[in-house]
Protein backbone atom coordinates (compact mmCIF):
# COMPACT_ATOMS: atom_id res chain seq x y z
CA UNK A 1 0.00 0.00 0.00
CA UNK A 2 1.13 3.47 -0.49
CA UNK A 3 0.32 6.76 1.88
CA UNK A 4 0.18 10.21 1.44
CA UNK A 5 1.01 12.35 5.18
CA UNK A 6 0.27 15.71 6.00
CA UNK A 7 3.52 16.43 8.14
CA UNK A 8 3.86 19.72 10.44
CA UNK A 9 7.09 20.72 12.27
CA UNK A 10 9.53 22.87 13.91
CA UNK A 11 12.67 23.75 11.88
CA UNK A 12 14.27 25.22 14.30
CA UNK A 13 16.28 22.13 16.14
CA UNK A 14 17.33 20.47 12.33
CA UNK A 15 19.36 20.67 9.87
CA UNK A 16 16.44 20.88 7.26
CA UNK A 17 13.89 18.02 5.81
CA UNK A 18 16.78 16.23 4.00
CA UNK A 19 18.52 12.97 5.89
CA UNK A 20 21.99 13.72 6.56
CA UNK A 21 24.63 11.71 8.14
CA UNK A 22 26.44 14.39 10.27
CA UNK A 23 23.16 15.91 11.95
CA UNK A 24 19.35 15.80 13.11
CA UNK A 25 17.11 15.80 10.11
CA UNK A 26 13.15 15.94 9.77
CA UNK A 27 13.26 13.40 7.35
CA UNK A 28 14.92 10.93 9.76
CA UNK A 29 12.58 11.66 12.19
CA UNK A 30 9.92 10.79 10.07
CA UNK A 31 11.07 7.54 9.23
CA UNK A 32 12.03 6.32 12.18
CA UNK A 33 8.57 6.91 13.56
CA UNK A 34 6.46 5.57 10.63
CA UNK A 35 9.20 1.93 10.53
CA UNK A 36 8.45 1.44 14.00
CA UNK A 37 4.29 1.58 13.32
CA UNK A 38 5.56 -0.71 10.63
CA UNK A 39 7.59 -3.52 11.87
CA UNK A 40 9.86 -2.77 9.08
CA UNK A 41 12.21 -0.11 7.27
CA UNK A 42 9.96 2.63 5.82
CA UNK A 43 11.95 5.58 3.52
CA UNK A 44 9.66 8.43 2.76
CA UNK A 45 9.40 10.97 -0.44
CA UNK A 46 8.47 14.91 0.44
CA UNK A 47 6.60 17.32 -2.00
CA UNK A 48 9.74 19.56 -1.28
CA UNK A 49 12.59 20.10 0.68
CA UNK A 50 12.91 22.84 3.47
CA UNK A 51 16.21 24.03 4.61
CA UNK A 52 17.53 24.57 7.99
CA UNK A 53 15.45 26.40 10.47
CA UNK A 54 12.38 26.28 7.81
CA UNK A 55 8.82 25.19 9.11
CA UNK A 56 6.53 23.18 7.75
CA UNK A 57 2.79 23.32 8.67
CA UNK A 58 1.60 21.64 5.46
CA UNK A 59 4.52 19.40 3.86
CA UNK A 60 3.14 16.38 2.17
CA UNK A 61 5.38 12.97 2.12
CA UNK A 62 4.39 9.66 0.67
CA UNK A 63 5.93 6.25 1.41
CA UNK A 64 4.64 2.53 1.06
CA UNK A 65 4.77 -0.54 3.72
CA UNK A 66 3.40 -3.71 3.34
CA UNK A 67 1.81 -3.35 6.63
CA UNK A 68 -1.58 -4.05 7.38
CA UNK A 69 -2.42 -0.92 9.23
CA UNK A 70 -5.67 1.33 8.86
CA UNK A 71 -5.45 4.97 8.77
CA UNK A 72 -6.04 5.65 12.10
CA UNK A 73 -3.54 3.37 13.26
CA UNK A 74 -0.66 5.00 10.94
CA UNK A 75 -1.32 8.49 12.14
CA UNK A 76 -2.14 7.57 15.76
CA UNK A 77 1.09 5.31 16.08
CA UNK A 78 3.12 7.83 13.90
CA UNK A 79 2.30 11.05 15.96
CA UNK A 80 3.20 8.44 19.16
CA UNK A 81 6.59 7.79 18.61
CA UNK A 82 7.49 10.85 16.88
CA UNK A 83 9.39 14.10 18.84
CA UNK A 84 6.85 16.93 20.34
CA UNK A 85 8.50 19.26 17.40
CA UNK A 86 7.09 17.35 14.53
CA UNK A 87 3.81 15.56 13.79
CA UNK A 88 1.15 13.72 11.56
CA UNK A 89 -1.41 15.95 10.40
CA UNK A 90 -3.32 12.94 8.58
CA UNK A 91 -2.50 10.29 6.56
CA UNK A 92 -4.51 8.85 3.70
CA UNK A 93 -3.66 5.46 1.40
CA UNK A 94 -3.54 6.20 -1.96
CA UNK A 95 -3.11 5.24 -5.51
CA UNK A 96 -0.04 3.77 -6.97
CA UNK A 97 0.52 6.81 -9.48
CA UNK A 98 0.40 9.08 -6.21
CA UNK A 99 3.82 10.88 -5.78
CA UNK A 100 4.70 13.97 -3.07
CA UNK A 101 6.97 15.51 -5.92
CA UNK A 102 5.66 14.63 -9.18
CA UNK A 103 1.68 14.73 -8.71
CA UNK A 104 1.94 18.06 -7.37
CA UNK A 105 0.22 21.06 -8.96
CA UNK A 106 1.80 23.64 -6.74
CA UNK A 107 3.45 24.59 -3.67
CA UNK A 108 2.99 27.45 -1.07
CA UNK A 109 4.73 29.11 0.97
CA UNK A 110 4.01 32.16 3.82
CA UNK A 111 7.26 34.24 5.28
CA UNK A 112 6.14 36.14 8.41
CA UNK A 113 7.98 39.51 9.32
CA UNK A 114 7.82 41.13 12.13
CA UNK A 115 8.12 44.80 11.97
CA UNK A 116 8.37 46.96 14.28
CA UNK A 117 11.04 48.76 16.79
CA UNK A 118 11.17 46.52 19.50
CA UNK A 119 12.56 42.86 18.83
CA UNK A 120 10.64 39.42 19.07
CA UNK A 121 11.25 37.57 22.68
CA UNK A 122 8.72 34.61 22.64
CA UNK A 123 8.57 34.29 18.82
CA UNK A 124 12.01 34.93 18.17
CA UNK A 125 12.90 31.80 16.35
CA UNK A 126 9.29 31.61 14.19
CA UNK A 127 8.96 35.34 12.62
CA UNK A 128 11.72 37.26 11.21
CA UNK A 129 12.60 40.87 12.85
CA UNK A 130 13.06 43.67 10.37
CA UNK A 131 12.97 47.11 12.71
CA UNK A 132 13.19 49.81 9.83
CA UNK A 133 9.48 50.29 9.23
CA UNK A 134 8.40 48.42 5.18
CA UNK A 135 6.22 49.69 2.92
CA UNK A 136 4.44 46.85 2.74
CA UNK A 137 1.71 48.20 -0.89
CA UNK A 138 5.44 49.47 -2.31
CA UNK A 139 6.38 45.78 -1.65
CA UNK A 140 2.94 44.32 -3.48
CA UNK A 141 3.87 46.85 -6.04
CA UNK A 142 7.27 44.93 -7.05
CA UNK A 143 6.19 41.27 -6.53
CA UNK A 144 3.12 41.99 -8.87
CA UNK A 145 6.21 41.75 -11.17
CA UNK A 146 6.76 38.11 -10.54
CA UNK A 147 3.74 36.56 -11.25
CA UNK A 148 4.24 34.23 -14.20
CA UNK A 149 6.68 32.20 -15.89
CA UNK A 150 10.18 33.94 -15.60
CA UNK A 151 13.47 32.50 -15.37
CA UNK A 152 14.55 33.15 -12.00
CA UNK A 153 18.37 33.57 -12.14
CA UNK A 154 18.58 36.18 -9.82
CA UNK A 155 16.75 34.44 -6.58
CA UNK A 156 18.69 31.58 -6.77
CA UNK A 157 21.16 30.26 -4.66
CA UNK A 158 24.65 29.82 -5.94
CA UNK A 159 24.37 25.75 -4.99
CA UNK A 160 21.15 25.02 -6.41
CA UNK A 161 21.01 21.95 -8.27
CA UNK A 162 18.21 22.42 -10.48
CA UNK A 163 18.53 22.17 -13.95
CA UNK A 164 16.79 25.16 -15.03
CA UNK A 165 15.70 28.41 -13.36
CA UNK A 166 12.28 28.65 -15.15
CA UNK A 167 9.53 28.50 -12.49
CA UNK A 168 5.68 29.96 -12.54
CA UNK A 169 4.74 31.83 -9.63
CA UNK A 170 0.64 31.61 -9.57
CA UNK A 171 0.06 34.28 -7.30
CA UNK A 172 2.13 36.89 -4.68
CA UNK A 173 0.60 38.60 -1.78
CA UNK A 174 2.20 41.02 0.83
CA UNK A 175 -0.51 41.95 3.20
CA UNK A 176 0.05 43.56 6.78
CA UNK A 177 -2.34 42.72 9.94
CA UNK A 178 -0.81 44.76 13.00
CA UNK A 179 2.88 44.80 13.29
CA UNK A 180 3.06 41.51 10.83
CA UNK A 181 3.62 41.07 7.46
CA UNK A 182 2.49 38.23 5.49
CA UNK A 183 3.98 37.30 2.40
CA UNK A 184 2.19 34.39 0.35
CA UNK A 185 4.02 33.20 -2.62
CA UNK A 186 2.34 30.00 -4.74
CA UNK A 187 4.53 28.32 -7.78
CA UNK A 188 4.34 25.59 -9.59
CA UNK A 189 7.87 24.74 -7.59
CA UNK A 190 10.76 26.88 -6.52
CA UNK A 191 14.29 27.19 -6.45
CA UNK A 192 17.11 26.67 -3.71
CA UNK A 193 16.57 29.65 -1.41
CA UNK A 194 14.15 31.41 -3.86
CA UNK A 195 11.54 32.67 -1.43
CA UNK A 196 14.19 33.85 0.85
CA UNK A 197 15.55 35.79 -1.48
CA UNK A 198 12.56 37.08 -2.71
CA UNK A 199 12.11 38.22 0.62
CA UNK A 200 15.19 39.41 0.74
CA UNK A 201 14.92 41.78 -1.98
CA UNK A 202 11.59 43.02 -0.93
CA UNK A 203 12.81 44.72 2.32
CA UNK A 204 15.14 46.77 -0.11
CA UNK A 205 11.69 47.85 -1.94
CA UNK A 206 9.83 48.15 1.46
CA UNK A 207 12.57 49.92 3.04
CA UNK A 208 12.78 53.03 -0.14
CA UNK A 209 16.29 51.51 -0.84
CA UNK A 210 15.13 50.82 -4.38
CA UNK A 211 12.41 51.13 -6.46
CA UNK A 212 9.23 49.31 -7.31
CA UNK A 213 10.77 49.26 -10.97
CA UNK A 214 14.52 47.22 -9.25
CA UNK A 215 12.33 43.95 -9.48
CA UNK A 216 11.97 44.06 -13.24
CA UNK A 217 15.37 44.72 -13.81
CA UNK A 218 16.27 41.92 -11.52
CA UNK A 219 14.22 39.34 -13.83
CA UNK A 220 16.21 41.06 -16.43
CA UNK A 221 19.66 40.37 -15.66
CA UNK A 222 19.24 37.01 -13.96
CA UNK A 223 22.16 37.58 -11.90
CA UNK A 224 21.96 36.82 -8.21
CA UNK A 225 24.76 39.08 -7.09
CA UNK A 226 22.45 42.12 -7.69
CA UNK A 227 19.22 41.43 -5.92
CA UNK A 228 18.96 41.49 -2.44
CA UNK A 229 19.87 39.49 0.86
CA UNK A 230 18.95 36.27 1.85
CA UNK A 231 16.06 36.50 4.11
CA UNK A 232 16.77 34.81 7.44
CA UNK A 233 15.19 31.23 7.60
CA UNK A 234 13.01 31.11 11.13
CA UNK A 235 10.24 33.62 8.91
CA UNK A 236 9.90 30.96 6.51
CA UNK A 237 6.38 28.18 6.73
CA UNK A 238 6.04 25.77 4.11
CA UNK A 239 1.86 26.11 4.07
CA UNK A 240 0.55 23.91 1.72
CA UNK A 241 0.42 21.78 -1.33
CA UNK A 242 -1.88 20.98 -4.51
CA UNK A 243 -2.79 17.74 -5.80
CA UNK A 244 -5.17 16.53 -8.45
CA UNK A 245 -9.01 16.13 -7.28
CA UNK A 246 -8.56 12.32 -7.95
CA UNK A 247 -6.35 11.79 -5.20
CA UNK A 248 -9.19 12.86 -3.11
CA UNK A 249 -6.54 14.34 -0.27
CA UNK A 250 -7.56 17.00 2.51
CA UNK A 251 -7.73 20.40 1.03
CA UNK A 252 -6.93 23.31 3.40
CA UNK A 253 -4.20 25.66 4.24
CA UNK A 254 -2.35 25.99 6.97
CA UNK A 255 -1.07 29.66 7.54
CA UNK A 256 0.48 30.96 10.86
CA UNK A 257 -0.83 33.70 12.05
CA UNK A 258 0.24 36.13 15.04
CA UNK A 259 -1.33 38.76 17.39
CA UNK A 260 1.44 39.13 19.94
Not at 40 to 52: E, F, M, P
Not at 193 to 211: A, T
Request: proline share 5%.
Amino acid sequence: MKYAVCVEYDGIPYCGWQKLSHAPSVQEEVEKALSKVANHGVDVICAGRTDSGVHGIGQVIHFESESLRNDKAWLLGGNTNLPSNIGFRWIRAVEPDFHARFSALDRHYRYVVLNRKMRPSLLHNHVTWHHPPLDELQMQRAADVLIGEHDFSSFRASACQARHAIREIKSITVSRKGDYIYIDICANAFLHHMVRNIVGSLFEVGSEIKPVEWFSELLAVKDRTQAGITAPANGLYFVSVSYPEKYKLPEGRYFPEFTI
